[in-house]
């Protein structure tokens, strides 16, 4: 069995350690509450200018615009936007967002042209010996609408110059409190509804639509908004994915701390009962050995 004092210097560590994983949970949450909060107050305006984009598809199936997809389009240079996080203590947070990029880069139909958020993503691919395009720092842990719109107008300047003939984002989406998932979304280009035999219904009534000046510099507006609306939604969802992450791994470190904490106090205790009953039996020995001599003193 340890010793005493080895078993307290224990004791102390993990104390020490519960305190920061405890400390960890608690900013995790409250940084959870305030990006959940500032997602639900931005996202009706990018649902918004989807259902633009839906409706002059639907009014106008025959429009041609360099951000609508072709037929017979066939995408071979890829901008791929990887979303990690900065730091570690996450549970499977980084990983699964690595592996989903991993086996996008390992697709041999595809040239891909890597962009990073995260210190995380750039380590791992610095590791793997990949060139990255682009790394994009002090964002994952302090996502802000201009941050990315000056990401989204970088990488439309690539799409529209014939650099890159499409625009993945990989992110991670907290599907619920104890669940998220790494996702693929390709941003750009947009895909057409298909419209033949599509029937309208009786009941539905005809709007009138009409866009100002032209449609296709209405599209040239619309279309960065909500590129630079999705990439930050994206980088939101996975700010969130990764602070619930976050959370479950510190209480569930805390938890074992908790468990480790009760099992070495019974260790303690049972060694410093050992200790007690040692030195009793020691006294009690040397009070027998000093009776015997004065007895034998006595009959001498």
């Not at 595809?110 to 691919?125: A, K, P, S, Y």
């Not at 507006?221 to 939604?233: H, Q, T």
Request: glycine share 4%; aromatic share 8%; charged share 25%.
């Amino acid at each position: 069995m340890a010793g005493l004092r080895e078993i307290q210097n224990r004791i102390r560590s993990i104390q020490d350690t519960r305190k920061i994983t405890n400390a960890m949970y608690l900013i995790s949450s409250t940084k959870l509450k305030k990006a959940r909060k500032e997602l639900a107050e931005t996202e009706p305006y990018f649902y918004a200018l989807q259902n633009v984009i839906r409706r002059i598809q639907r009014h106008l199936p025959n429009m041609e615009s360099p951000y609508f997809e072709k037929e017979g389009h066939q995408s071979k240079k890829t901008g791929l936007l990887v979303i990690s996080g900065d730091k570690g203590l996450a549970g499977a947070y980084n990983h699964n967002i690595m592996k989903m990029a991993d086996t996008f880069l390992k697709d041999p139909s595809r040239e891909v042209h890597l962009f990073v958020i995260g210190e995380t993503g750039r380590q791992f691919f610095a590791s793997q010996h990949i060139p990255i395009e682009e790394n994009f720092q002090y964002t994952a842990q302090d996502p802000t609408f201009n941050r990315a719109r000056w990401i989204a107008g970088m990488l439309l300047e690539r799409y529209l110059s014939g650099d890159l003939d499409e625009i993945h984002v990989l992110y991670t989406r907290m599907e619920n409190v104890m669940q998220s998932v790494a996702k693929d979304k390709r941003v750009l280009p947009i895909t057409k509804p298909d419209m033949h035999g599509m029937a309208i219904p009786v009941d539905v009534r005809l709007e009138e639509f009409s866009l100002r000046p032209t449609p296709e510099e209405a599209m040239n507006a619309i279309v960065p908004n909500y590129v630079a609306g999705f990439i930050y939604g994206a980088l939101v969802e996975s700010f969130c994915s990764e602070q619930n992450a976050r959370m479950m791994a510190m209480d569930a470190a805390t938890d074992n701390a908790d468990a480790l904490l009760k099992d070495l106090n019974t260790m303690y205790n049972r060694a410093r009962q050992a200790a007690i009953t040692q030195e009793i039996t020691e006294v009690c020995g040397g009070a027998a050995a000093q009776r015997r001599e004065r007895e034998e003193e006595m009959r001498v």
